[in-house]
């Protein structure tokens, strides 16, 4: 099995670090740490052996370094005076701060959260005027949301009805799932899908239902790099120039290549996964939109869809 890359040791070093400091005496053994985040002593150890080198002084002060004693069966940190000290955040780095607690709040409900109190604690600290920051992502349903978490945390395999917008179907699938990744304002699952014997992202507004299936799991370890859309070489490939209006296509949609005109016209290289999406990107963008490259069969697909729709609404 291959060991932790490099930002998987900097990111568990960052969670045990602090987790540790808190703990009495500022003392846990490698079995706590393992308990509490699920990674093996050997592993933690290597985590750890570098951290005693880290300080916030370019200087590598004493007084500015995490005092760290690895031990065989557990390891003591204590950390600098600077850490201990209220914070001073600029208002970019609130800004920040309050919008990625405000994203994270949405993971599991937010509600009753101690993130979601400590966020209420800045907020009164600061006043007002932070109060009016709204971060708005995927409207998927609490228990949506609360049964994916759940699924991740204990391992379990879920059973779901899932909406591809693609092809506009609701499909049943049994995934594993991995790990909640948001994206360009979007909820993302990324998971083992049973039904393809693949590596499968789902969009979790479009998630119908969910429910634990009583299996449970192994996940990868690492886990693959996350990739909302990946193109195959069999993929349908159309160029469009696009109005001024239809800006928000390359913003929104993975793009293979982008060229801005001085006109205002864009022209965009996009890949197609399925007709029926590509028939009502076309009807939505109307005059804003020329078809310049295209297969054979997706040339005057959205005359076709419009007269079906006419058809249906003459009925």
């Known amino acids: 099995m291959a060991g932790p890359t490099a930002v998987e040791v900097v990111e568990r070093t960052i969670a045990i670090i602090p987790w540790v400091a808190n703990q009495r005496g500022g003392y846990a053994t490698f079995d706590m740490i393992e308990e509490r985040f699920g990674i093996e002593p050997d592993v933690a150890y290597r985590c750890l052996e570098l951290a005693g080198m880290v300080s916030v002084s370019k200087y590598q002060l004493t007084e500015h370094m995490i005092e760290l004693d690895v031990e065989p069966d557990g390891v003591s940190v204590r950390l600098p005076q600077y850490f201990q000290q209220p914070l001073r955040p600029s208002a970019e780095q609130t800004f920040l701060l309050l919008t990625a607690a405000k994203v994270l709040t949405q993971v599991d409900g937010g509600g009753t959260s101690a993130l979601h109190r400590a966020l209420q604690k800045i907020l009164e600290a600061l006043g007002d005027a932070p109060a009016a920051l709204e971060v708005e992502l995927d409207p998927a349903p609490d228990d949506v949301r609360r049964t994916v ?36 304002g979007h909820w993302y699952l990324q998971a083992w899908c049973h039904e393809r014997s693949d590596e499968r992202v789902f969009r979790l507004d479009r998630i119908v239902s969910v429910a634990p299936t009583g299996e449970t799991f192994v996940p990868p370890e690492p886990l693959p790099d996350f990739a909302v859309f990946e193109v195959s070489d069999d993929v349908d490939r159309v160029r469009l120039r696009l109005g001024p209006g239809a800006r928000w296509v390359p913003q929104n949609f993975p793009c293979e290549s982008v060229s801005e005109s001085a006109d205002g016209t864009t022209e965009v290289v996009l890949a197609v996964g399925a007709t029926p999406w590509f028939e009502r990107l076309l009807l939505r963008l109307g005059p804003e939109v020329e078809v310049l490259e295209a297969p054979s069969h997706l040339r005057g697909v959205e005359r076709e869809s419009a007269r079906r729709i006419l058809d249906r609404y003459r009925q």
């Open 149 to 184: 978490r759940q699924g991740i945390d204990a391992r379990h395999t879920l059973s779901m009805e899932y909406h591809a917008y693609g092809g506009d179907t609701v499909s049943r699938r049994r995934v594993d799932p991995w790990r909640l990744q948001q994206t360009e």
